[in-house]
């Protein structure tokens, strides 16, 4: 068996020592005689499964007492539309930060609920920029303002925590969720999807602030509302229960590194040595301002892009998979999500080197 270094920007690479535990785990998981994926969701053992899962994720972020950690489905796209339904708690709207291709996404779902003000853009960079703090024009009334923490195309990502008074913070954080220490309470709710940095597709988590719930829109489908799933710990609808185990094993993992300042050093020390040669060379170049550049995900273009597709063969013949951009950038992109050991990116750009060598 060979396993090869996996740039997907997800459903991404998970760690090789759960994957393995996970195949131990399949048929009998602790002797019960059923795999986790055959068992009930009632049963005692996948409740039990669920509760470790839930108090990992609670352990790792630190997630204050008076916040419901929610395990849903439906992923980010479907909370671009849960989040207005059971958020705008009556007001005329919301305020977004456009970053790139996912806000973008978040802002079109919203105008079908209410308001949409874009109390900043960085389409004039290009979106290779965040919006300094100073220039946000936001609404006091707002129900929230969102933001997307790290554009997973686009490669930009908040190195800061944006103050916004008394209006509740919404972040998506689908990419880049558990790479560092959060501050939960500086939000009123964090959603992402798992594929990037938690566990399998079809899982999504939702902390949100208990005094924000229970204003739904009454059109808000059961399965949906924030408030019936905090009822129900999450079990309103059968839960992804596979996916729930997995992420469970992930949080298992992240906490025997040393928790997220340890996946945060990981984390800087792998795109460190990813900049710093984009940095010193011309031939390849990091589009992205400086002190926005995402840790997770790094997009890069060839000086000559005729030389995109025998780039991405070599690295593929090499065990590289994964590494061509998104169509709408171009170029390409090295997602280093949590799971990405650091032996990966040195693989990496050893091979930029030898690649700038014979083609440079
Ligand atoms: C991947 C991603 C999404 C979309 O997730 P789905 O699971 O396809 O709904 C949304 N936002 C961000 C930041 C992402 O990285």
Sequence with gaps: M???????????????????????EMLDWHGSGMSVMEMSHRGKE?????????????????VPANYKLLFMQGGAIGE?????????????????????????????EAKKYGKVNVAASAADSGYTTI??????????????????????????????????GNVPLVADMSSDILSRPVDV???????????????????????????????????????????LQADNDSMLNTPPTYAIYIAGLVFNWIKAQ????????????????LYDYLDATAFYRSPVARDCRSLMNVPFKLKDEALDEAFLKGAQAAGMVQLKGHRSVGGMRASIYNAMPIEGVRALVAYMQDFERRHG
């Design 2 to 24: 060979t396993r090869v270094f996996n740039f997907s920007a997800g459903p991404a690479a998970l760690p090789e020592t759960v994957l393995r535990r996970a195949a131990d």
């Design 46 to 62: 996948f409740i039990a499964i669920h509760a470790e899962a839930e108090s990992l994720l609670r352990e790792l972020l630190a």
């Design 80 to 108: 671009n539309a849960f989040l207005p339904m059971n958020m705008m708690r009556g007001r005329a709207g919301a305020d977004y930060i456009d970053t790139g291709e996912w806000s973008k996404k978040s802002i079109k």
């Design 131 to 164: 919006p300094p703090r100073e220039s946000w024009k936001l609404d006091p009334d707002a129900a929230y303002v969102h933001i997307c923490s790290n554009e997973t195309i686009g490669g930009v990502e908040y190195h800061f925590t944006p103050e916004v």
């Design 185 to 227: 309470s500086k939000y009123g709710l964090i959603y992402g999807g798992a594929q990037k940095n938690i566990g399998p597709a079809g899982l999504t988590i939702v902390i949100v602030r208990d005094d924000l719930l229970g204003q739904a829109h009454p059109l808000t489908p059961d399965a949906f509302n924030y408030k």
């Design 258 to 273: 040393g928790g997220l300042s340890a996946m945060a050093a990981h984390n800087r020390a792998k795109a460190a040595l």
